[in-house]
């Protein structure tokens, strides 16, 4: 199944099945990448002994020179030293201006290799081959980036992809946590924008943590959707893309404050979006979000509740920091109810500390 995305530059495809990398040399063609431009291949060090060959092999065998290179695989391979040796990695590869850089892994190959892509040589065309189920939400959208030791994500570009290859197949080897974990952000584009499809992930749930691939195809087609509309509308963030970030002023300070060790990103962000619930019914500006959020959040074996001890002066001091907040002026993506929620700014600090007491 292919959707579109189109932003101000290009617009490309998203293809989502099962199997698919056969069929690279064929649509990388489609995209006008034939034989004679170089491919760089960047993965980390479990997804390339388990898909790099799948990847590389079909498309040496249509002709094409594939490098290869890997990076330890975890958050901490976003930063400007594996940047760096991929550089190197690619100028000795013989990565030149025609190059193409292929992106092969989760969310931190394809922000950095991205970035890569980027930024070589002024950029260069990259294509995202996401194998996580997080990864629906990172490969689309063409924010890419690396992070400094004093932020996550300081570092980055917009750089549309040329296009996404999701091969769900790669997901059968994801460990449980990391699918739990991904389907925070599946779970939050229903939330954001179709309560029809929340209804869906509900009923399907159990189904869904057990990866069956044509529901899981679901629910990644229609995650992308919804993403792919929100940033095919407001390409830069000028305003609608922010609510992409439901959950995430909470869960980014959690995350923050954990050292980026305690909670995953997913789980971070469940628990922020049961705590923006919280605060539109504290604020009056909607009703009966918090449990049907809990619910369905439960429902995916997600957390709801702060467990053990949260510093709140240090999560208050992160969400002023967080970039839609101006000024020290807290702002949220509120729920107005599922599958609708809009940024509010001017949040009360009081009703933020009662909200992270009520979240323990
Ligand atoms: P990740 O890339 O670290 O992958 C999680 C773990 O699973 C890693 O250990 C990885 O090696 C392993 N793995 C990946 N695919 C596998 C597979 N198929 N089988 C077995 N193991 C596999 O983490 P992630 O959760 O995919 O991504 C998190 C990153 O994404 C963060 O850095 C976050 O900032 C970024 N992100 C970016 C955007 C964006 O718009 N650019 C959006 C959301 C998140
Ligand atoms: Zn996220």
Wanted: proline letters at 5%.
């Amino acid at each position: 199944r292919t959707l579109k995305v189109s932003t101000g530059e290009q617009t490309y495809p998203i293809l989502i099945g099962r199997d698919l990398y056969a069929r690279l040399p064929e649509w990388l063609r489609s995209r006008g990448i034939g034989p004679d431009r170089p491919l760089m291949l960047v993965t980390d060090t479990h997804v390339g002994p388990l898909y790099g060959e799948k990847v590389a092999g079909p498309l040496r065998a249509a002709g094409y020179r594939v490098g290869e290179a890997s990076v330890p695989a975890g958050e901490s391979s976003k930063s400007l030293e594996q940047l760096s040796r991929l550089v190197e990695e690619g100028l000795r590869f013989g990565l030149d201006r025609q190059g193409v850089v292929l992106a092969l892994g989760g969310g931190v190959v394809g922000d950095l290799a991205g970035f890569l892509a980027a930024s070589y040589m002024r950029g260069i065309p990259f294509v995202q081959l996401p194998t996580t189920l997080l990864a629906h939400d990172s490969s689309v959208g063409g924010k890419v980036g690396v992070n400094h030791p004093l932020g996550k994500n300081v570092i980055g570009a917009f750089h549309q992809p040329l296009m996404v290859v999701f091969d769900v197949s790669t997901l059968r080897t994801l460990p449980r946590r990391e699918v739990v974990s991904g389907y925070a952000e599946v779970v939050k584009h229903a939330l954001i924008a179709d309560a029809s499809f929340a209804d869906w992930l509900l009923r399907n749930s159990e189904r869904l943590l057990r990866l069956e691939p044509s529901l899981v195809e679901e629910a990644i087609w229609n995650g992308c959707r919804i993403k792919a509309e929100v940033v095919s509308q407001d390409e830069r963030e000028a305003g609608l893309r922010a609510i992409l970030n439901y959950g995430h002023t909470i869960g980014h300070a959690l995350e923050a404050a954990s050292g980026y060790a305690g909670l995953t990103h997913g789980e971070g962000v469940a628990i922020g979006m049961v705590g923006a619930a919280m605060l539109a019914e504290a604020l009056g500006t909607a009703r009966d979000v918090v449990e049907p959020t809990k619910r369905l959040l439960q429902a995916f074996h997600l957390p709801v509740h702060l467990a053990g001890e949260w510093p709140e002066e240090k999560l208050l001091e992160l969400m002023r920091r967080d970039k839609k907040a101006r000024g020290g002026v807290y702002a949220f993506v509120l729920p107005e109810r599922i599958g609708s929620v809009r940024l509010v700014r001017g949040i009360p600090e009081e009703a933020i500390r009662r909200v992270l007491r009520r979240l323990k």
